[in-house]
C-alpha cells in the first residue's frame, strides 16, 4: 500500500527503506559470535500530503478576543483549558448582546459614509442626504470557514450581502462604486460578477440601483414579488428580503394594482402614471405574472381581488395577462 507522508508537498515520491538482518555464527576459540551482515532495500510509493493550508487557517483562527481571552485565564487565573472555554461561553451568553448594542467598534467593523436611502434617484449625489453607517468588514467565525471551503469569491460575496444590509439596516444605502473602490479594493468588473452570481441564487442584495429602480439591475420590489408569487407569506419575506412587514404588503398591494389596470387594457406609461411606479418596474411586474407558475392559493388570491374591485373575471386567464 502507499505511504502517506505528511506536511510535505502534494506529489509522488519514492521512499527508500533499508532493512538490516543479522546472522550470528559462534566459532570455535572466539569468546563471542561473529555476525554476518545482510542488507535488503525496498522501495515504496509515498503520498506527500500537503497540511500547510490548514494550519495556516488554524493560525488565522486563533487572532481574535476569545483566544485573547483564553490564554489570559490559562495563564493569569490558573483555569484549565476546559474552564478557560466554559468562562468564555458563560461570558458570551450574558454580555454579548450588551457589548454589541454600545455603539462602540468591535474588532473587524469600521465606520463609513454613506447616502442616505431617503434620498430621490433624481437627486445628485452632491446634494445628496448622507448618513455615517458601521459595517462588519471581517468576522473570522464566519468569514474563515467560507474562505477554507467555498475560496476568496465566495467569501467576498458573502460580505457583499453582509455590508450592504448593514447598511440598509441603518439607513444607508451603498452603491457598486463602494464596494469595489472603498471596501474591497478590487475592478468594477469583479463586483459586477459576484452581484450576478449572487442573483443567480437569488439572493436580495440592497444597492442603491436595487432599491430605487435605477440602472438594469432587478428592482428589489421585483425579487419581493417574486418571492411572494411563489407562495411565500409577508412574514417569510420580510425575513429574507431585510424588509418590514408593512414594506413588503404595500410592494404586494400595488403589484395587484398593477395587473389589475393591466387586464384592463391600460398601456404601460398609464399604469405607471397612476400606480407611482417606473415604468420599467411595470414592464417587469407584468412579465413575473406571465412567467410565473402560481400555486392555487395565490390564484384564488388575485381572483378574490379582482371580483373585489370590480373587474370582469373573464379577463383573468389564470396566471397570463392577454
Known amino acids: 500500500p502507499p505511504l502517506f507522508v505528511p506536511y510535505g508537498n502534494l506529489c509522488n515520491n519514492l521512499v527508500i527503506i533499508a532493512a538490516v ?5 559462534r566459532r570455535e576459540g572466539v569468546a563471542r559470535p561473529e555476525y554476518t551482515k545482510i542488507s ?6 509515498c503520498y506527500m500530503i500537503n497540511n500547510s493550508s490548514l494550519q495556516t487557517f488554524y493560525r488565522l483562527a486563533q487572532k481574535n478576543l476569545d483566544t485573547q481571552f483564553h490564554n489570559e485565564l490559562i495563564t493569569g487565573l490558573c483555569c484549565s483549558p476546559f474552564e478557560a472555554d466554559a468562562i468564555i461561553k458563560l461570558m458570551s451568553g450574558i454580555y454579548s448582546p450588551f457589548l454589541s448594542s454600545n455603539g462602540s467598534l468591535l474588532p473587524g467593523q469600521i465606520l463609513m ?3 442616505s436611502v431617503d434620498n430621490s434617484p433624481a437627486r445628485s449625489l452632491a446634494e445628496s442626504k448622507l448618513v455615517t453607517v458601521t459595517l ?3 468576522k473570522p467565525e464566519e468569514d474563515l470557514p467560507i474562505r477554507e471551503n467555498y475560496g476568496v469569491p465566495a ?8 455590508v450592504c444590509n448593514e447598511a440598509l439596516m441603518q439607513d444607508g444605502i451603498l452603491t457598486a462604486e463602494d464596494l469595489a473602490y472603498r471596501l474591497f479594493n478590487c475592478g468594477m468588473r469583479t463586483i459586477s460578477r459576484d452581484l450576478a452570481a449572487i442573483r443567480a441564487k437569488e439572493l436580495f442584495v440592497p444597492l442603491r440601483s436595487t432599491v430605487h429602480d435605477m440602472g438594469r439591475t432587478l428592482s428589489h420590489r421585483s425579487l419581493i414579488i417574486k418571492l411572494w408569487l411563489r407562495g411565500k407569506e409577508y412574514s417569510d419575506i420580510s425575513r429574507d428580503a431585510f424588509h418590514s412587514v ?20 391600460f398601456d404601460t406609461h398609464t399604469i405607471a402614471f397612476l400606480v407611482r411606479l417606473s415604468a420599467p418596474l411595470v414592464e417587469e411586474y407584468r412579465k413575473l405574472f406571465n ?9 384564488l388570491e388575485l381572483e378574490s381581488f379582482l371580483k373585489k374591485n370590480s373587474f370582469s373575471e373573464d379577463r383573468y386567464t389564470g396566471g397570463s395577462l392577454d
Open 136 to 138: 462588519t468588514l471581517d
Open 40 to 45: 535488503s532495500t525496498f522501495l515504496l510509493d
Open 291 to 299: 412567467d410565473k407558475q402560481m400555486p392555487q392559493h395565490r390564484i
Open 113 to 115: 459614509t454613506v447616502l
Open 155 to 162: 467569501l467576498r460575496q458573502h460580505r457583499i450581502i453582509r
Open 246 to 265: 408593512k414594506s413588503v404588503q404595500n410592494y404586494v398591494d400595488k403589484f395587484k394594482r398593477v395587473i389589475a389596470l393591466s387586464l384592463e387594457g
Open 21 to 25: 538482518t543479522y546472522f550470528g555464527v
